[in-house]
């Protein structure tokens, strides 16, 4: 089967002032680099295949190369010493949006609708000492963009012991600064990303945020300069489902550590419930 790779390509940030940078995040540049050498060894790379699988009518039904298994990778964050791993649940499964709203389409007045399901395998752990190992899908909720993966080693593979971030209960202000950490893809060595920048908004409503001051790559820690983490970057595009421009926009915004925590201790009990299949008890 035609295999295809999903990439996000982000530009190198090095830990240089750029030009305009206010003085106050210039000044955190030496905690920035100490948060990244403490917490660098939680961040890792996720590697899977995602399939988009179609039919009307009973039949399979294909467009634009969407059938074709494509490779995707994003950046995960280990959260506890059993290996479990948070990433951004859109950045594992960018074909999901599509998915949902291809249900809307009718081929003809008799039909009832595509249906459509995405088809997720081969989810991998790259772990910052080069380490591979094989995982699987134990919890999600799209609502809040989070997906959280367990580790499930195969005969060949050792569990390896994990370096987890601690989650504290962190808030932050507008323009407040923040250390932003990430990794590259595998085709730049998955080589640690840090950056500054600052909190540009507050946000209540539907849930409470945090907006930056520059693009994230989602699934990148975002941590207050005394190296608390405020959170991690996800994409929020709202609830509509469709293949409108507007609808597919998604934001880059901070989830709240807290709001992890709680999801984690559910991710937790859905792995040891179904230890030998992914789980099934998701929240929409």
Do not use: W
């Amino acid at each position: 089967m035609k295999s295809n790779k999903i990439k996000t390509v982000f530009c190198a940030v090095a830990l240089a002032v750029p030009a305009g940078l206010h003085a106050a995040a210039a000044d955190i540049l030496p905690q920035a680099r100490e948060i990244l050498s403490h917490n660098q060894d939680s961040i890792i790379n996720v590697t899977a295949m995602c399939k988009l699988d179609m039919s009307s009518s009973g039949l399979p039904f294909a467009m634009g190369g969407f059938g074709d298994a494509q490779e995707i990778q994003c950046v995960g964050t280990v959260i506890d010493p059993s290996g479990l791993t948070v990433v951004s649940y859109t950045a594992l499964n960018p074909m999901d949006k599509i998915s949902g709203a291809m249900k809307k389409i009718k081929m003809s007045d008799d039909d009832n609708g595509l249906k459509s399901k995405t088809v997720l395998n081969r989810i991998q752990m790259h772990l910052a000492d080069g380490t591979e190992l094989s995982a699987r899908l134990v919890f999600k909720d799209k609502e809040l963009d989070l997906a959280f993966l367990m580790p499930d080693p195969k005969e060949n593979e050792k569990m390896p012991s994990f370096a987890p971030v601690k989650l504290a209960a962190a808030t932050a202000k507008e323009l407040d600064d923040v250390v932003v950490l990430s990794r590259h893809t595998k085709e730049l060595g998955y080589q640690p990303i840090v950056t500054v920048a600052q909190v540009t908004s507050v946000i209540k409503k539907p849930h409470a945020m945090y907006d930056l001051s520059i693009p994230a790559q989602p699934g990148a820690l975002v941590y207050l300069p005394d190296g608390q983490l405020l959170g991690l970057t996800v994409s929020f595009a709202g609830e509509e489902e469709s293949l409108s421009f507007s609808a597919m926009q998604m934001q880059i915004l901070v989830l709240p550590a807290p709001e992890i925590c709680k999801l984690a201790d559910q991710a937790k009990k859905a792995a040891e419930k179904k230890s030998t299949e992914p789980a099934k008890s998701d929240k929409k």
